[in-house]
């Protein structure tokens, strides 16, 4: 029986009540951030053939190069709509991976195949190194600690659609017998290593925590190790000829058994040099270290931009507390010689290790007080269409620059895909004053026009999100 014409309404009513709950839910599902995962899995990893005593010392006569041995770990992975970060807590409560999904690049180096190297040189805890790669926390020691082979406890903090926190800990209450006399006895420091993936955020979390638990202070040692190659396919990673080493640092130092490596540089006062040629992995003529001097002086981050495709990776931290940063690389050769890892195992690759540091330098120990804890929250955020950067934050990376004819502006915004008000003034002068929408694909950049610039003249940069919370602001002079 047809319906009559008011039963006609209420259902041409009900059915575009309906439609407008679906849209309207659906339109609710596509602003929501992509939910956070956490997932575990089996993981290989490939070494030449060795053998370690008990106590994780080297094995006389057990290196093999000719046979190669696949090693597995249960790993981590947590996952949003922009990172894929792998964690192994198994083999030195590292951070291995992080794959930035918008251009499905990697961000960190890993060794395909791993070489003992150092053995009875006396220069590493256990008198013997291997690298893996990753991000890993290293202590009481300096020279990659004693824990970057050894298990960390792992456990789940927090789990939401939202955010997903995890940890990873351990204390140093163990002790290798034929440690090299330069190296400390077991310390007691409890660490526990936060890891925090968000839901709507292009960067990772962490904070390390350690914890004297003696009633006695201690002297110590702590540096976070980073192994990076930026913009590197996910299966070989490796940093190439293009990369740059981006610091706020004027000058460093360099051990005297590495001094080759300053050559290119000029003299920045006694002893140091400026950070110029230095800063591209091209210019490193051979394996060293340097140093930012006299420290980072205060400024919040360091990374690495691979110029082959404008992707970077950068940690931003309050470098207050590690103001150390320590800059080594195998050298350029590392690149150039690279071949089969599998038919020429060989522990010169081509990466750019940044540590960050509580002191200046290793075998330069701090103190830590009785009960007493030191925090280091850092963030770790790719970047992409950024060719440099001037300052940064939890919130957003930027590189500004004014010549007399143009302001200059780069940014890659770590709460991605969300509207800013990008404001950019020369005194009262507005340049530039719009709502962007930030690009996690592309990166942002702005070129604003000048007209009858002064060289030396200051512009001001404020980028807010849309509620007009403050995310940075800087200033930069016409040059």
Not at 121 to 132: H, K, L, P, R, S
Not at 173 to 184: G, L, S, V
Not at 221 to 248: F, K, M, N, Q, V
Not at 320 to 347: C, I, N, Y
């Amino acid at each position: 029986m047809a319906p009559d014409g008011f039963a006609k309404t209420r259902l041409r009513l009900a059915i575009a009540l309906a439609l407008a709950i679906c849209t309207s839910s659906a339109l609710a599902r596509a602003d929501a951030p992509e939910p956070v995962s956490l997932s575990e899995r089996t993981i290989s990893w490939s070494t030449v053939k060795y053998a370690t005593t008990a106590d994780d010392g080297f094995v006389d006569g057990s290196l093999d190069k000719s046979v190669i041995v696949d090693r597995t770990f249960r790993a981590q992975v947590l996952e949003n709509r922009y990172l894929k970060v792998t964690l192994v807590p198994e083999f030195g409560g590292r951070i291995l991976s992080i794959i930035y999904k918008p251009t499905g690049h990697e961000q960190l180096y890993r060794t395909e195949v791993g070489v003992p190297y150092g053995m009875k040189a006396g220069n590493f805890y256990y008198d013997w190194m291997m690298v893996y790669g990753g991000i890993f926390p290293t202590f009481p020691d300096p020279e990659h600690g004693r824990t970057w082979l050894k298990p960390w406890d792992f456990r789940v903090v927090t789990q939401t659609s939202s955010e997903v926190t995890v940890a990873m800990s351990i204390r140093d209450d163990f002790a290798y017998a034929a440690a090299p006399k330069k190296f400390t006895g077991e310390s007691g420091i409890a660490a526990t290593y936060y890891v925090t993936l968000k839901a709507d955020r292009a960067a990772l979390d962490a904070r390390l925590v350690l914890r004297n638990t003696h009633s006695r202070s201690i002297e110590y040692e702590y540096w976070t190790c980073t192994t990076l190659a930026p913009g590197s396919d996910p299966d070989h990673p490796r940093t190439t000829a293009g990369a740059e080493i981006i610091a706020p640092v004027a000058a460093y130092v360099t051990p005297a058994w590495s001094a080759n490596i300053a050559a290119g540089d000029a003299r920045a006062g006694a002893g140091s040099y400026r950070f110029e040629q230095l800063r591209w992995f091209k210019n490193w003529p051979s394996m060293g270290i340097a140093y930012a001097a006299p420290d980072m002086q205060g400024g919040n981050f360091w990374g690495v931009i691979n110029h082959d495709n404008e992707e970077g990776i950068f940690r931003i931290a309050d470098n207050q507390v590690t103001r150390g940063l320590k800059m080594w690389t195998w050298g350029f050769p590392s690149f150039t010689d690279a071949g089969d890892p599998r038919r020429a195992p060989t522990e010169a690759q081509p990466y750019v290790e940044l540590w960050a540091g509580v002191t200046d330098q290793f075998f330069h120990p701090a103190r830590l007080p009785a009960s007493g804890e030191v925090s280091v929250a850092e963030t770790y955020s790719p970047t992409v269409g950024m060719s440099d950067v001037t300052q940064a934050n939890e919130n957003i990376l930027i590189n500004l620059t004014a010549d007399r004819s143009a302001v200059r502006l780069q940014f890659f915004s770590i709460v991605a895909e969300a509207p800013l008000l990008v404001t950019l003034k020369r005194g009262d002068a507005v340049l530039f004053n719009e709502t962007v929408m930030s690009d996690p694909n592309n990166g942002n950049r702005i070129v604003a026009p000048l007209a009858s610039a002064v060289r030396g003249e200051p512009v001001q940069l404020t980028i807010r999100s849309a509620d007009g919370k403050p995310l940075i602001a800087a200033e930069t002079q016409v040059k």
